[in-house]
């Protein structure tokens, strides 16, 4: 039996309206739970184990150690001045190197480095354990659309002669694009004041 042209259409309509949906709903919830799963951590230890890190960047070379008592500061700055650390920004960058994941693993041969700035990079960390074992992460430019980082961590080639490129949080930057003064303990201006003398009347003669 043929059928009238207009539910020919209608049909048509109906096929594709479901085909879009698919597309668009179940098949983009499936890539986008695919692309959350191929998100890996960055680094496998704990704050705990890290004794020492080590932040270059263009304007400054920090070295942070672990205080070697349990007391506030946790961190110590050991160059290029000694002092207490900011524990509170210390303790920032130590939750990213900890928690923070790649959300994306690009395979690039080596000559290739320049042209996501990891030739030459604006920052690098060094991170020395208690077990005396390093790690290391490199920082180059954002990507296109500023959402990431191209940076590399332990980087070592691969047997085809290429290199991880990692693309992580942009909060990397932001804790370690600091001035000296902001890694420094804050001064605490809350102490208490001397209390106020009130000088006592001059007694005098009457006659």
């Known amino acids: 039996m043929k059928l009238p042209r207009t539910t020919l259409i209608l049909i048509l309509l109906a096929l594709?309206?479901?085909g879009f949906v698919y597309?668009?709903?179940i098949r983009g919830t499936t890539v986008r739970e695919e692309s959350n799963e191929q998100k890996q951590q960055i680094f496998s230890f704990r704050e705990d184990d890290v004794q020492s890190l080590t932040v270059k960047t263009k304007k400054l070379t920090l070295n942070l150690e672990r205080s070697p008592e349990s007391s506030n500061p946790k961190w110590v700055i050991k160059s290029p001045i000694s002092g207490p650390a900011n524990d509170a920004i210390v303790s920032y960058l130590m939750d990213l190197l900890?928690?923070?994941k790649s959300d994306r693993t690009l395979s690039t041969p080596l000559k290739e480095l320049g042209q996501f700035a990891l030739d030459e990079p604006p920052a690098t960390i060094n991170i020395t354990l208690k077990n005396r074992q390093?790690?290391?992460?490199?920082?180059?430019?954002?990507?296109?659309?500023g959402r990431f980082l191209y940076a590399q961590a332990d980087p070592t080639p691969k047997p085809d002669g290429n290199i991880n490129v990692l693309l992580v949080s942009t909060d990397f930057a932001n804790a370690v694009n600091r001035e000296l003064s902001e890694w420094k303990q804050p001064v605490?201006?809350?102490?208490?004041?001397p209390p106020l003398t009130i000088p006592k009347p001059t007694p005098t003669n009457s006659k």
Do not use: Y
């Not at 605490?188 to 004041?193: E, W």
């Open 16 to 18: 594709g309206l479901g």
């Open 23 to 25: 597309f668009s709903e």
């Open 98 to 100: 900890v928690k923070g």
């Open 134 to 145: 390093s790690h290391q992460l490199i920082l180059g430019k954002s990507n296109f659309n």
């Open 188 to 193: 605490d201006n809350s102490q208490k004041l």
